[in-house]
T-cell receptor, first 116, second 111 residues
Framework: GAVVSQHPSWVICKSGTSVKIECRSL??????MFWYRQFPKQSLMLMAT?????????EQGVEKDKFLINHASLTLSTLTVTSAHPEDSSFYIC????????????FGPGTRLLVL | DAKTTQPPSMDCAEGRAANLPCNHS???????VYWYRQIHSQGPQYIIH???NNETNEMASLIITEDRKSSTLILPHATLRDTAVYYC????????????FGTGTRLQVFP
């Protein structure tokens, strides 16, 4: 299957700082990427849909000014958690859909964020 | 909200077949059934998907009932590495790329 990477795999930061997470499709061009958040013992919650070259579409209840998403190229999307607080500590996962084969969504390994 | 219902947990002996059920009684004609799994602290892994015919690949088989209101994912010979949370998701392939995850089934494979 197609490969999606995330960087960093884990990050610890102080409250009030901003953290950027990268999501890359390594062997295909991803016209659409998604960002999910997962709290312990819970399911994945879709945060936003990121389309290359356009503004992201956020799910209801997700603050777009707090979770900045940029999809500047067909292989890279970034999620920036601005002014992070302890309640933002979570497992952030991205996924990507190939422009050529939209049937299957491939997921990255996830980024664990801990805000102190 | 997720459109599927799955048992919260199941056990399976190593080497035996694991049969994971999923109820999707409100599925519409354009919606496909997708299965993903998530091993602890990793991103979800695609397993298989289908519309109405049974499907098989190197990982699993997907059996969809004739009325499409339920399906079963079959892992023919479960191994310890198959221990994971398995998610059954319905998706309108032609109108959205979104996957909405439910609570899934936690499969524990024991020796």
């Amino acid at each position: 299957g197609a490969v999606v990477s995330q960087h960093p795999s884990w990050v610890i930061c102080k409250s009030g700082t901003s953290v950027k997470i990268e999501c890359r499709s390594l062997d295909f061009q991803a016209t659409t990427m998604f960002w999910y958040r997962q709290f312990p013992k819970q399911s994945l919650m879709l945060m936003a849909t990121s389309n290359e070259g356009s503004k992201a579409t956020y799910e209801q209840g997700v603050e777009k000014d707090k979770f900045l998403i940029n999809h500047a190229s067909l292989t890279l999307s970034t999620l920036t958690v601005t002014s992070a607080h302890p309640e933002d500590s979570s497992f952030y996962i991205c996924s990507a859909v190939s422009g050529r084969a939209r049937e299957t969504q491939y997921f990255g390994p996830g980024t664990r964020l801990l805000v102190l | 909200d997720a459109k599927t219902t799955q048992p919260p947990s199941m056990d399976c002996a190593e080497g035996r077949a694991a049969n994971l059920p999923c109820n999707h009684s409100t599925i519409s004609g354009n919606e496909y059934v997708y299965w993903y799994r998530q091993i602890h602290s990793q991103g979800p892994q695609y397993i298989i998907h289908g519309l109405k015919n049974n499907e098989t690949n190197e990982m699993a088989s997907l059996i969809i009932t004739e009325d499409r209101k339920s399906s079963t994912l079959i892992l023919p010979h479960a191994t310890l590495r198959d221990t994971a949370v398995y998610y059954c998701i319905v998706r309108d392939l032609y109108n959205t790329d979104k996957l909405i995850f439910g609570t899934g089934t936690r499969l524990q494979v024991f020796p």
